[in-house]
């Protein structure tokens, strides 16, 4: 017996040729998509995958399938964790044991699950759709997601924001006009094959069920849907990306997308407040990227400005550093205020412009934390040193953290007392010969 349903579209919802009772286990759910309680008998008890698992006369929940996964709910009381189809038996894998055979079992699944996948799996069928109307582009996978959805086409230049944007008005003006949406069972491949259909995979094998959005979509397919096109209510497409010769669109339907047009449309009226702008698309685009325009200048020139600071430290630094005919010199510089790119860039100058073992120190601030002092540590190329055993003996003096190769070394030292770290690396890089 079947209860607690609001279908909108009883009478015209299935129209079969061929009665949904050619399976082992009724699928009440291609009966009527919007039932949410139900009562049958349990056909099988029995352990599937080590977890307890029953096959039910009939059933509402809908199974993994076609790239719309299953339905949860309960069973007399027991959660049901998974919904498997195996030929035509539909498998409840249950968190407990249930009853024995012959019993009578109530079940109701969760309906907001339902219908968010329900929604999501014929939103995916109108895009499918509009994108073979914009490109010809035939939808060759489709993933629904706990948050997103996804599929792939099988075109790839094709595919620009412009063809998105003419698919979305497509879908969401067939979402708009609320088009009636209805199932039909055919008993050949041959029958179905006189249809108009997308595409018909022919190794399906009968009886096919075709899903017909009115005057707009026919496509084969055993997932659950709407009885009308405007219970999907929009459909946003929220990223694109080319994979391989697929192009691969995301998209959100129904309450999914609503929400998420909701924050989009909050996020933009704080930037507005921000920039002291209206609330129009366009013109905060326009200022957004005169903005951007201006940070990318400002950076430049900052980057020069910081290039200047870095010759001049290192040609300040350069005067202080004299090195014997035939030898090589061996310097600790601290360089506060700096950061460690800074230090790093004075410091491959320093090595390139006279032959020495240069080590710099710069006093690391971390908030919510004690300064550590970091250090980079790098010699000129033709000095015989390997730079890591070096460290591990300054290490040995003053604990710290870091690694390199045998010319660059670089980390911190866990103390924040500069005096203490320079002489640790004082003593040890004069032994050095």
């Known amino acids: 017996s079947n209860r607690n349903s609001n279908?909108?579209?009883h009478s015209n919802q299935l129209k079969s040729k061929t009665l949904c009772t050619?399976?082992?286990?009724v699928r009440l759910f291609w009966k009527d998509p919007y039932?949410?309680?139900f009562s049958a008998k349990v056909v099988?008890?029995?352990?599937?995958?080590?977890?307890?698992?029953?096959i039910l006369s009939e059933t509402a929940f809908y199974p993994t399938s076609g790239g719309q996964p299953n339905d949860e709910g309960i069973l007399n009381g027991v959660k049901v964790v998974d919904v498997i189809e195996e030929k035509d038996e539909i498998i409840h894998i249950l968190e407990k044991p249930l009853l024995k055979e012959g019993e009578e079992v109530s079940g109701s699944i969760n309906f907001e699950r339902r219908l968010d996948h329900m929604v999501q799996h014929h939103g995916q069928h109108i895009l499918s759709k509009a994108f073979i109307d914009v490109a010809n582009a035939q939808t060759v996978s489709f993933h629904l997601g706990p948050n997103y959805s996804y599929i792939d086409l099988d075109k790839r230049d094709e595919i620009n924001e412009e063809a998105q944007e003419k698919a979305l008005k497509i879908a969401n003006r067939a979402v708009f006009e609320n088009r009636a949406v209805s199932t039909t069972f055919y008993d050949s491949i041959e029958e179905a094959s006189k249809l108009p259909l997308r595409k018909l995979d022919p190794t399906l094998q009968a009886p096919i069920r075709i899903v017909n959005i009115d005057g707009f979509d026919l496509q084969a397919c055993c997932?659950?849907?709407p009885a009308f096109t405007g219970q999907v209510m929009c459909i946003n497409i929220i990223n694109f990306e080319?994979?391989?010769k697929t192009t691969r669109i995301t998209f959100l339907c129904g309450m999914r997308a609503i929400n998420k047009a909701t924050e989009a449309f909050l996020s933009l009226k704080r930037i507005a407040l921000k920039v002291a702008m209206p609330i129009d698309c366009p013109a905060i685009e326009k200022s957004l990227d005169s903005m951007i325009d201006d940070n990318q200048k400002l950076r430049k020139v900052q980057s020069e400005y910081e290039k200047l600071l870095q010759r001049t430290c290192m040609q300040n630094l350069l005067q202080t550093i004299s090195v014997p005919p035939g030898s090589f010199g061996k310097y600790v510089f601290e360089l506060p205020g700096k950061d460690m790119n800074f230090i790093k860039s004075v410091g491959k100058g320093l090595v390139e412009e006279v032959r020495t073992v240069i080590c710099l120190l710069v006093p690391l601030p971390l908030e919510g934390k004690p300064t550590t002092i970091g250090f980079y540590?790098?010699?000129?190329?033709?000095i015989e040193i390997d730079l890591r055993v070096l460290l591990k003996e300054i290490f040995s003096l003053q604990a710290g953290k870091g690694g390199g190769d045998q010319r660059t070394v670089q980390g911190s030292f866990n103390t924040g007392d500069l005096e203490l770290v320079k002489d640790a690396v004082k003593t040890k890089l004069n032994a050095v010969n």
């Open 22 to 25: 050619m399976a082992t286990t």
């Open 44 to 54: 099988r008890s029995f352990v599937f995958n080590k977890k307890p698992a029953v």
């Open 223 to 225: 997932g659950t849907h």
């Open 377 to 382: 540590m790098t010699c000129s190329n033709d």
């Open 242 to 244: 080319k994979i391989k």
């Open 7 to 9: 279908n909108p579209l």
């Open 35 to 37: 039932l949410k309680e």
